[in-house]
């Protein structure tokens, strides 16, 4: 019997993935939590084993987990890069859909709320999202295959457009404690290159504080699930939440924050970058009353 990996349970399982959880990725969706799940138990189905796992009131991807996610990133790119060029005015000019790239940092925590905000704001166009590293979004803008990239920290393009700043905080478990001061602070990170992995590292050397990475994850549920461990602490952006089973740690120097830019590719016209970036910045500085998990990978 053949087996067959569907594109919209794949969306599902890497919605979970990015979103932080079934219901946020259901609300970036637009489907319900129940059919989020049905996805991907279709899934599990498919490939024979389980993909995700309850873990304390939340769940984590289990090993096959995230291989298929690994994966589904792949398959969900090609398949959507293969659509947009037989779209009108998809591979050049100003298309009907706009292709927004993003890395974890910015999208576990502005993609729900930045899809429902577009949704609202632009009516007439359709927007569809990818979430990789920075540095492939940077190739993704310059080959056109992505149209607008939300990156954090320096901008390669000088008509970047600056959004806002995204104010960071450590967090650790809450049995977690600070070794003595001669013994380096471990620090769990995405990595390499990741803009937070660098910006703990240097917030700790500025204030002459020894620290080691004492745990890397190649996925945002990866650092959540180590640092839940007490394998150490991390720097996140959470726009004020605290993650589901962790502490802010206060006895550590204040890190300053990151910017963040929405950078078009060429030959996008300015006022679409423009009216994405209008619908962003709000949401950098309203508060949040749903529960907001972390985010964390490369920039």
């Given amino acids: 019997m053949s087996r067959n990996l ?11 993935a990015d979103f932080g959880g079934f219901q946020r990725a259901a609300t970036a969706l637009h489907l319900t939590q129940s059919a989020v799940s049905q996805h991907v138990r279709r899934l599990e189905s498919v490939v024979g084993a389980p993909l995700v ?3 304390g009131r939340g769940s984590r991807f289990t090993t096959d987990g995230e291989l298929l996610l690994t994966q589904a990133r792949r398959i969900i790119t090609l398949h959507d890069e293969t659509v947009a060029r037989f779209l009108p005015g998809g591979s050049d000019g100003d298309p009907t859909t706009i292709s927004i790239g993003s890395t974890e940092h910015a999208a576990a925590q502005l993609l729900p709320d930045l899809s429902t905000a577009l949704a609202q704001s632009v009516p007439k166009r359709d927007f569809r999202f990818r979430i990789d590293r920075g540095n492939k979004l940077r190739d993704g803008l310059a080959s056109g295959s992505i149209d607008l990239a939300l990156l954090l920290q320096q901008a390669d393009d000088a008509k970047a457009l600056y959004v806002g ?7 650790a478990s809450p049995a977690w404690r600070r070794p003595a ?6 620090v769990v990170a995405f990595d390499e290159p ?8 240097d917030t700790l050397a500025e204030h002459s504080i020894p620290a080691a990475i004492g745990a890397e994850a190649f996925q945002l549920a990866g650092v959540q699930a180590a640092v839940g461990a007490g394998l150490g602490v991390a720097l996140m952006a959470t726009l004020g939440e605290v993650p589901d089973g962790l502490t802010p740690v206060t006895d550590l120097p204040p890190p ?8 078009a590719r060429p030959g996008l016209p300015k006022e679409t970058a423009t009216q994405v970036a209008s619908v962003l910045r709000p949401l950098l500085t309203t508060p949040r009353n749903d529960t907001v998990l972390t985010l964390a990978k490369g920039a």
């Fill in 6 to 16: 569907d594109i919209a349970p794949l969306r599902s399982l890497v919605a979970v």
């Fill in 53 to 55: 796992e309850r873990h």
């Fill in 165 to 171: 700043d995204l104010t960071l905080a450590w967090f």
């Fill in 181 to 186: 001061p001669s013994a380096p602070v471990p």
């Fill in 194 to 201: 990741c803009a937070l992995r660098s910006r703990a590292l």
């Fill in 256 to 263: 300053d924050p990151l910017p963040l830019y929405v950078c």
